[in-house]
Each structure stands twice: as C-alpha cells, then as structure tokens.
C-alpha cells in the first residue's frame, strides 16, 4: 500500500525564521510524483510546490523548497523568511503511475502557526 | 474567475436526507475529482472521473454517487445520510487524463453537517 507519513502535527515558528516540514512515503512504484499543498484558515487547498521523482534537483518556488531524498523516501518543506500568511495546514501528497487514475494519497498534515 | 467552484459552501440537513452538492471547473480540465476531509483534517479520494472512465475508491459507500453532465460539472449526490458524513467535500480536477503527473486544482469546499 502507498502511505505518506508526516510526523509533525504541529509546528510554530517566528515571523522572517526558516521552518522546514517533514513528509516520508511509501511506494514500490518508481515513477511518481509529490507535491505539498497549503490549506489556510479559508479551508482553500492551495498547491505551493511539486517534485517529479525523475528528476534529481530539488524543486523551488520563491520562499518554497524541498529536500527530496528518493531512496530515503523523504520529501521534507523548507519554508524560508516565514510570513504571517504562511499559517495554515501544510499536507504532502504522492501520486503515482499505476495507482488509481492519480488518485492523490495525502498525509495527515502538518499545522504550521507562524507568529509574529 | 474561479477556477474550481463548489455549490453550496455550507449545507447543514437532517440524517436520512438526500443531497447534492455541485462542482464546475472553468479550466478546461478532462478529469475531475472529489475528496473527503474528516474532521482530523484527513484527506481521502472518493472519486476520480473522466469522460472515459469513473474510479470509485472502494472504501465509498453506494450511497454517495458522482454524476457528470459534461465534462466541465462533477456533481456528488448523497442518499440517506448518515452522521458519519459530515465532513468537508472537496472538488478538484487535473488537465488531462493521465492523471499522476499532473497538478489537481481544488475547490474551495463543501462543509457538510448531518445533524
């Protein structure tokens, strides 16, 4: 079965810092992909970075990056100079070929209070 | 313009009831989709669709149903409900029909109170 593990309920961090978020998974597939979404305080599900697991380079988008470690099945967040906007629920997602029609499989999320 | 959009926001009604809750994409997507948040935030595929193909993640009950009137519209109809279906309902869809390699778009939700 194909399970994402995220390990942090909660986390908190202050305004400018960096906070990085955890995710592992579980595949015997090869080809997939990963993604973290963000769902703030407007229940909105928002995506903020994705990953392909062909490809060796860490993905990035702006404040966003990801620490994606395919043979340790890890694909952990790191949030840079963290913004009082940045407060929400953070949830990993993997979606794999051969799974159900891309069905995405999320973790249990991560609440992340960025305070001032 | 929205690009994912559900209807109602809010639906509160009676156990035994029959709903529907409605989904439409303006993003010209082939596949769309319906998830389950629980009330510990869980996320949970109920349904994928596209204009070949209906998946149903097997864990969901026969009374939840998904009906497409085009390809744009991904309604779910609920019968006979039940406590334990109260959660929040997301829509969502994807480009194509491959479906694993492509970003899922998601709604804003449906939060659902079966009282």
């Known amino acids: 079965a194909q399970t994402v593990t995220q390990s942090q309920p909660e986390m908190s961090v202050q305004e400018a810092e960096t906070v990085t978020l955890s995710c592992t998974y579980d595949?015997?597939?090869?080809?997939?992909?990963l993604f973290w979404y963000k769902q703030p305080p407007s229940r909105q599900m928002i995506l903020v970075i994705r990953?392909?697991?062909?490809?060796?380079q860490n993905a990035t988008e702006n404040r966003f990056s990801v620490n994606f470690q395919k043979a340790a099945k890890s694909f952990s967040l790191k949030i840079s100079d963290s913004q009082l906007g940045d407060t929400a629920m953070y949830f990993c997602?993997?979606?794999?070929?051969?799974?159900?029609?891309?069905?995405?499989?999320f973790g249990k999320g991560t609440k992340l209070s960025v305070k001032p | 313009d929205t690009a994912v959009s559900q209807t109602p926001k809010y639906l509160v009604t009676q156990m035994g009831n029959d709903k529907s809750i409605k989904c439409e994409q303006n993003?010209?997507?082939?596949?769309m989709y319906w998830y389950k948040q629980d009330s510990k935030k869980f996320l949970k595929i109920m349904f994928s669709?596209?204009?070949?193909?209906?998946?149903i993640n097997e864990t969901v009950p026969n009374r939840f149903s998904p009906k497409s009137p085009d390809k744009a519209h991904l309604n779910l109809h609920i019968n006979s409900l039940e406590l334990g279906d109260s959660a929040v309902y997301f829509c969502?869809?994807?480009?194509?029909?491959?479906?694993?390699?492509?970003?899922?778009?998601f709604g804003p939700g449906t939060r659902l109170l079966v009282l």
């Open positions: 969502a869809s994807s480009p194509g029909t491959s479906g694993f390699q492509e970003t899922q778009y």
């Open positions: 595949t015997s597939e090869n080809n997939y992909y």
């Open positions: 990953q392909e697991a062909y490809k060796q």
């Open positions: 997602a993997f979606n794999a070929y051969g799974g159900s029609q891309g069905n995405l499989i």
């Open positions: 993003l010209g997507h082939d596949t």
């Open positions: 669709y596209n204009n070949k193909e209906l998946i």
